[in-house]
């Protein structure tokens, strides 16, 4: 089992940045690879990033790319989602998730989530 729990989300203004954490407890963090999502309401569960569990492989769609990065700290249990230059569009719950398979972009290869923070962009 691993818990996770996200925090850093608020609101900001268009244009300006955020950075999300997700620490990890339980089993060996280093063994799991981490995504963040998020959820706007009334759409579905969308893809922003995911990291190996080495952290020397990163991957994120278009729609963030060169905007927000993801990262991790091993030695601190902690994944990392730096978000600059933010849009209205960006405003949704982030969660953060971990897999014991390779990194991927779809939820269902996720075993483990956390509860989201609420991130909100004002225009």
């Known amino acids: 089992q691993v818990q996770l729990a996200e925090s850093g989300g608020g609101l900001v203004q268009a244009g300006g940045s955020l950075r999300l954490s997700c620490a990890a407890s339980?089993?060996?963090?280093?063994?799991?690879?981490m995504g963040w999502f998020r959820q706007a309401p009334g759409k579905e569960r969308e893809f922003v990033a995911a990291?190996?569990?080495?952290?020397?492989?990163?991957y994120s769609p278009d729609s963030v790319k060169g905007r927000f990065t993801i990262s991790r700290d091993n030695a601190k249990n902690t994944v990392y989602l730096q978000m600059n230059s933010l849009k209205p569009e960006d405003t949704a719950v982030y969660y953060c998730?971990?897999?014991?398979?390779?990194?991927?972009?779809?939820?269902?290869?996720?075993?483990?989530w956390g509860q989201g923070t609420q991130v909100t962009v004002s225009s």
């Open positions: 998730a971990a897999t014991n398979r390779l990194p991927a972009r779809w939820a269902r290869e996720y075993d483990y």
């Open positions: 339980g089993r060996t963090f280093s063994g799991y690879a």
């Open positions: 990291i190996s569990w080495s952290g020397g492989a990163t």
